[in-house]
């Protein structure tokens, strides 16, 4: 664990930054969760091997909100189970109302999963998520290859050149959802 | 004192010791509608119309900075919703954040319809008739809707910008520690700004249209206007080059005009960037159209030009170092942008041409604009021969040696707004495939900040146009020249489909090239909605930008799309200010096709349009502060935007919630029965990651609960094609926009009603092929939507 600079490097939102955890423990994190969401965004599509972690992770029973033009992989691979698309904004939105029933009709969630969505635009979304969506309480993390400091955990910033040790790390923390 | 009116008689006698101070004489003018309701609005009237607003599309926050650092009680860290020294919570401050943004925006377009005005009195006298032809009647809807004015010369505007500049001064006032509390007064304030922006914009665009003769509705304007060149490859470069920049145009036109005295034409170039390329193309028959915003700093370093002219908005405020950096002396004509140089104004031409030519001077400010073209013209002729043999693009050797040098340390990417990964296109380049480097050419939004972040100091945007030159070099496109106003005519051709659904919408791409994703998503847009059948209406730089890219025929989307505001329509309304056209056609169609008055009624126009008229706008790159108060004018008129994902940074959206079926109890204004309808229009303002779920959400945005079921079934098929297109999948929410079978599309509607069915748990009378039960609302072709208690015709 450590500080980090932001993947964008002027994002430094205030006293409230998130910590650089490492797949094993945002993954026993996730695990803690009693209603974990995984949010995906179109940066997922970049390469079958994200399309097939957000899968994996969706089979372990955490269902997805597939955003931007994400849910076109979904549906590409015959995965549709618990994938449904949402506008980040229009979900977001809804995240922050405790009384939303969520994708199922059961409710609000207490944890979301940030993966593969344009950094600037998910780095709002958490800023809302973490700024609003306080009572009860909602967990944001991110596993991107980008530091989020808008998100309780996050990964660091991961080169291009690391892109396999990135996807290592992903095999890490799907092992580590129970 | 009661006001003089002209042509009484005023007597005074037998005064002594008195001194007489005649102020303004007031014209009695013929009423040509009953005054409305609400005349030159102040903060609180339209409050009411905002709350309905705001209680159905609720304020959304996305902090960009969870602290507040405005006063010295400060610095205040709001996460959590938390209060400041001063009270306030991260809501409001954020909902004062974006009135501040508002108020930026809203004074640019006043401050430069102000100085306009100034400019053309000065030039022409305050006499200039507004005629905009035979085919314009409602000249200002926007003055006449707000102010309740129908201005007649460009006099008459004094008043107009008076009761803005007040209106501004309150606003503002409104932002001090100590003053307003609430996040939803901050937004209903922020509306009201968006409002006086529109204004801003109609007035400045008038003034100039009446006073340059731009394009109106005489011979040769709107779906008639001419192309224009489009594109860097489109320069003559073997000829001086004069590049003006910003968004105020007499500069430029003074510039044309002494072309046009001198016979100058053909030997020099007047080329553009941003809104004053538009609106000089609207006076300059050969103007030339350089690039949008987003490539400004990459222009000015290829070195195209001679000499540049900026105005005012948009300008890099480093502008005077990047001239420095390519030897092209800088004229500033504008007080609001002098860029620390010395006012020349008053000096002999020819004088301040030496002193630019030979150096001694890196720029000048001209502030009298009829003293610009002169100067301008013999400066670039004669830096045109000093600069002869300066080449700024890069050697193949530099090149070769900028990409090797790239250790790919990532600091250009974590600087980079995009995130664009600069180092592995490098990395690409220097093994011999330029290709990834060239193509970062249009996705790059132009700011440099890489370059000053570079450990080995590369001068990264020279090595991205050295890779990407030989596309530049071709790039060619065709625009229409700015129209200016939707004719009076169109609309009365018009206003029933649109009304009824039948055109399945008004899609206005407009403003900044903050682009996620390049320039081409622009062009897809437009492409996109224009073949289905939309009225497609441009300004700014998504105009510009449109206008790059071309089909397979090698037609832009200018070429191959008529110019009236009809379905199919292709239109550049013009520049950013021109965009008050868009909002004008919108409330045309509810006062001359439906009737509706006009005249300070601003609450039930904006009501019909909410209701009934099916435009969106789109804001891809949006960007300035400008965008954030035209986006606000749009929403408090009724009319939903959607903006790229950059557009989060606005910390604002206003999103509806589908599932709150309460938000959507609307009235029917026949008897004054109470309605829940389907969420149509469901946001007001709404951010999409990509152009493959922009595209979609446009059609949704389009849907209005006064949609004819021919209109909705039309709505639908778009709705449901755009989705299976670029999402490969049907939208979640296509049933809520269901009120009876006839509102499917008939291609479909056996499937559609199998999905009802099944999906839904609809009841569906198979022999007859309806719809039993399972809709929000039935479909009653007399519904008479309306959002005002005071509407209703015979209450029940």
Request: proline content about 5%; hydrophobic content about 40%.
């Amino acid at each position: 664990m450590g500080m980090e600079i932001p993947f964008d490097v002027a994002n430094i939102p205030g006293p409230e930054m998130g910590e650089v955890a490492p797949p094993e423990v945002i993954g026993n994190y996730i695990s803690s969760a009693k209603r974990p969401l995984l949010v995906v965004g179109s940066e997922i599509l970049r390469d079958d091997f994200f399309l097939e972690t957000a899968i994996e992770i969706g089979k372990k029973g955490i269902p997805i909100a597939a955003t931007g033009h994400s849910i076109r992989g979904f549906v590409e691979k015959g995965y549709t189970e618990n994938v449904s698309y949402y506008n980040l904004h229009e979900l977001t939105n809804c995240l922050r109302d405790p009384s939303w029933k969520g994708l199922d009709g059961k409710g609000n969630y207490d944890f979301v999963i940030f993966f593969g969505i344009v950094y600037y635009y998910a780095s709002q979304m958490l800023s809302c998520i973490k700024n609003f969506a306080i009572d009860p309480l909602i967990r944001a993390v991110s596993i991107d290859r980008y530091y989020h400091p808008q998100a309780r955990m996050s990964f660091t910033n991961i080169s291009p050149k690391m892109e396999e040790g990135y996807k290592d790390m992903l095999n890490r923390l799907v092992s580590s959802v129970k | 004192m009661e006001a003089l009116k002209k042509g009484r008689i005023f007597t005074i006698s037998d005064l002594q010791n008195v001194r007489i101070s005649i102020g303004e004489i007031v014209e009695e003018e013929r009423e040509w509608e009953p005054m409305g309701p609400t005349p030159m609005p102040s903060i609180s009237t339209l409050r009411g119309w905002d709350f309905t607003l705001l209680n159905r599309y609720k304020p959304f926050y996305a902090p960009f900075c969870d602290m507040c650092c405005l006063c010295t009680y400060g610095k205040c860290d709001l996460s959590g919703n938390k209060k400041g020294a001063c009270g306030i919570r991260m809501d409001a401050q954020h909902g004062r954040i974006v009135l501040l943004a508002c108020l930026v925006g809203c004074s640019a377009h006043c401050g430069h319809g102000r100085h306009l005005l100034h400019d053309m009195i000065k030039k022409f006298g305050g006499d200039v008739p507004i005629d905009f032809g035979p085919e314009v009647d409602v000249e200002a809807p926007l003055t006449r809707l707000v102010c309740g004015i129908k201005p007649k010369t460009i006099r008459d505007y004094e008043k107009v910008f008076d009761y803005i500049e007040e209106q501004i001064v309150q606003l503002a006032d409104a932002l001090h520690t100590g003053q307003e509390g609430s996040y939803m007064d901050f937004e209903s304030k922020a509306l009201h700004m968006g409002m006086l922006d529109s204004l801003s914009k109609e007035a400045a665009d008038i003034i100039q249209i009446a006073c340059y003769g731009m394009p109106t509705s005489y011979e040769g304007g709107g779906p008639d206007v001419p192309l224009v060149d489009v594109g860097i490859g489109t320069i003559d470069m073997t000829k001086p080059v004069v590049l003006v920049i910003g968004h105020n145009v007499p500069p430029a036109a003074d510039i044309g005009d002494y072309l046009t005295e001198n016979g100058l034409e053909d030997k020099v170039e007047l080329a553009g960037i941003c809104c004053t390329s538009i609106d000089t193309a609207r006076v300059y028959k050969k103007a030339k159209i350089a690039a949008a915003l987003g490539r400004q700093l990459r222009v000015i370093r290829m070195g195209i030009a001679d000499v540049i002219v900026v105005d005012e908005q948009c300008i890099r405020a480093d502008i005077l170092e990047l001239c420095q950096r390519v030897h092209s002396p800088l004229i500033v004509t504008n007080d609001k942008a002098m860029h620390g140089l010395v006012d020349r104004t008053d000096d002999d031409a020819d004088k301040i041409v030496d002193d630019l030519v030979s150096g001694r001077v890196p720029g000048v400010v001209i502030l009298d604009p009829e003293q610009v073209g002169e100067v301008a013209v013999k400066t670039v002729i004669q830096m045109d021969k000093k600069r002869k043999g300066l080449n700024l693009i890069l050697s193949d050797e530099e090149f070769t040696y900028y990409v090797n040098d790239c250790i790919q340390c990532g600091n250009c990417t974590l600087a980079c707004p995009n995130g664009l990964r600069i180092g592995e296109a490098n990395q690409s380049a220097a093994s011999g495939t330029i290709e990834p480097l060239a193509n970062l050419f249009d996705l790059c939004v132009g700011c440099g900040r890489c370059e000053q972040v570079c450990k080995k100091h590369i001068p990264i945007i020279d090595v991205i146009t050295k890779a990407a030159y030989p596309q530049i070099k071709e790039e060619k496109g065709r625009m229409r020249i700015g129209r200016g106003p939707v004719w009076d005519s169109e609309i009365r051709d018009v206003g029933a489909p649109i009304v009824l659904g039948t055109i399945p919408g008004i899609i206005a791409p407009i403003g900044c090239g903050n682009y996620p994703n390049g320039t081409k998503d622009a062009w897809l847009i437009v492409k996109e909605f224009a073949e289905r059948n939309y009225i497609i209406t441009l300004t700014g730089c998504m105009a510009i930008d449109a206008a790059l890219w071309k089909d397979e025929e090698g037609k832009t989307v200018y070429e191959q799309h008529h110019g009236r505001f009809d379905a199919g329509g292709v239109l550049n309304i013009g520049s950013c200010v021109s965009n008050a056209h868009i909002h004008d056609a919108a409330i045309k169609v509810a006062s001359i096709f439906a009737g509706r008055p006009l005249r300070g009624n601003y609450e039930e126009i904006a009501d019909y349009i909410l209701s009934r008229v099916g435009a969106c706008g789109v804001a891809w790159g949006a960007m300035s502060q400008k965008a954030a108060s035209i986006a606000t004018g749009f929403n408090r008129l009724g009319v939903p935007a959607v903006v790229g994902p950059h557009g989060a940074k606005y910390r604002r959206a206003f999103l509806g919630r589908p599932d709150l079926k309460e938000d959507w109890k609307i009235i029917d204004a026949t008897d004054g029965s109470e309605v829940y309808v389907e969420p149509g229009p469901q946001d007001l303002l709404v951010a999409c990651e990509t152009v493959e779920e922009a595209l979609p959400m446009m059609a949704k945005l389009c849907f209005r609960p006064s949609d004819t079921d021919r209109g909705r079934s039309i709505k639908l098929t778009h709705y449901i094609d755009l989705n299976l297109k670029y999402l490969n999948a049907y939208p979640p929410d296509w049933h809520l926009f269901v009120r009876t079978a006839t509102d499917l599309p008939i291609a479909k509607k056996a499937e559609l009603l199998k999905k009802l069915e099944d999906e839904q748990g609809w009841e569906i009378d198979w022999k007859m092929k309806k719809i039993k039960e399972g809709p929000i609302r039935g479909y009653d072709p007399s519904f008479n939507p309306t959002n005002l208690k005071r509407l209703i015709r015979e209450k029940k």
